[in-house]
């Protein structure tokens, strides 16, 4: 697994802005859009293109476009609903499904409450959206779906990862074509599961505690 810390000083502005407990919701879904699409230019890196030709008004010019089948974008309900916009305004014919999921706030396991996506991946690339990898069990078990489906490689991109959640998804993924897009890795989790310093419920953060 490969994991990648995007080393920006854009990023890491709007990440100190995201983390800060004075910043009011309608700000930090508009931060968390904004890192999104900071981090979906590296996350992208390896997409798959096909070699094109186009006619400029002067001459043909070589250029590449996505090639087909199209990377699918996966967001995790509720929190990666947040990343969705950030990511597609890079990627605007990408396909989306969706996976919603909640991790058990006693038991921390991660449980599955609703899949939409395509039965068959063969051939797909895809890209996990949540904004936070805690115990990295959410992240594991909807990569491990997408694997099974036929999924040729994941990206997850994420705000913030924690480095225990990092190395259970290396161990439960290994030798997988797996990689992590993160804005930052932080210190480790608190005995509630929760990233520290890390910038508390991403889901509550941006759509309030239900
Ligand atoms: O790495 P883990 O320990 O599995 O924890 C991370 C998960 O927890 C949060 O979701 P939550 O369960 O709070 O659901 P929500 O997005 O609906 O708020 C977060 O958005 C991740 O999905
Ligand atoms: O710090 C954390 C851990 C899990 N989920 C969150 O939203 N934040
Ligand atoms: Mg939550």
Same mark, same amino acid.
């Given at each position: 697994?490969?994991?990648?810390?995007?080393?920006? $000083?854009?990023?890491?502005?709007?990440? /100190? /802005?995201?983390?800060?407990?004075?910043?009011?919701? @309608?700000?930090?879904?508009?931060?968390?859009?904004? !890192?999104?699409?900071?981090?979906?230019?590296?996350?992208?890196?390896?997409?798959?293109?096909?070699?094109?030709?186009?006619?400029?008004?002067?001459?043909?010019?070589?250029?590449?476009?996505?090639?087909?089948?199209?990377?699918?974008?996966?967001?995790?309900?509720?929190?990666?609903?947040?990343?969705?916009?950030?990511?597609?305004?890079?990627?605007?014919?990408?396909?989306?499904?969706?996976?919603?999921?909640?991790?058990?706030?006693?038991?921390?396991?991660?449980?599955?409450?609703?899949?939409? !996506?395509?039965?068959?991946?063969?051939?797909?690339?895809?890209?996990?959206?949540? $904004?936070?990898?805690?115990?990295?069990?959410?992240?594991?078990?909807? /990569?491990?779906?997408?694997?099974?489906?036929?999924?040729?490689?994941? /990206?997850?991109?994420?705000?913030?990862?924690?480095?225990?959640? !990092?190395?259970?998804?290396?161990?439960?993924?290994?030798?997988? @074509?797996?990689?992590?897009?993160?804005?930052?890795?932080?210190?480790?989790?608190?005995?509630?599961?929760?990233?520290? $310093?890390?910038?508390?419920?991403?889901?509550?953060?941006?759509?309030?505690?239900?």
């Amino acid at each position: 697994m490969q994991t990648l810390a995007v080393d920006h $000083p854009l990023v890491a502005h709007k990440l /100190t /802005t995201l983390r800060d407990v004075n910043t009011d919701s @309608p700000t930090f879904r508009r931060l968390a859009d904004e !890192l999104v699409t900071l981090l979906a230019y590296e996350a992208t890196r390896d997409v798959r293109v096909t070699d094109v030709t186009v006619r400029t008004p002067l001459t043909d010019a070589d250029g590449v476009q996505l090639t087909s089948p199209k990377p699918l974008v996966v967001p995790i309900l509720r929190a990666g609903l947040g990343m969705l916009d950030g990511m597609t305004r890079l990627l605007p014919t990408a396909e989306v499904g969706f996976l919603g999921m909640i991790r058990n706030e006693d038991s921390l396991q991660a449980q599955t409450y609703a899949t939409r !996506l395509p039965d068959d991946l063969s051939g797909r690339q895809c890209y996990v959206l949540d $904004p936070m990898l805690a115990t990295g069990g959410t992240l594991a078990a909807a /990569t491990k779906l997408l694997l099974e489906r036929g999924a040729t490689d994941v /990206t997850a991109v994420v705000l913030l990862a924690a480095p225990e959640g !990092l190395k259970h998804l290396e161990q439960e993924l290994t030798g997988a @074509p797996v990689r992590v897009v993160t804005a930052a890795i932080d210190s480790r989790l608190n005995e509630q599961g929760f990233i520290m $310093p890390g910038l508390g419920d991403a889901g509550d953060r941006l759509y309030g505690v239900v």
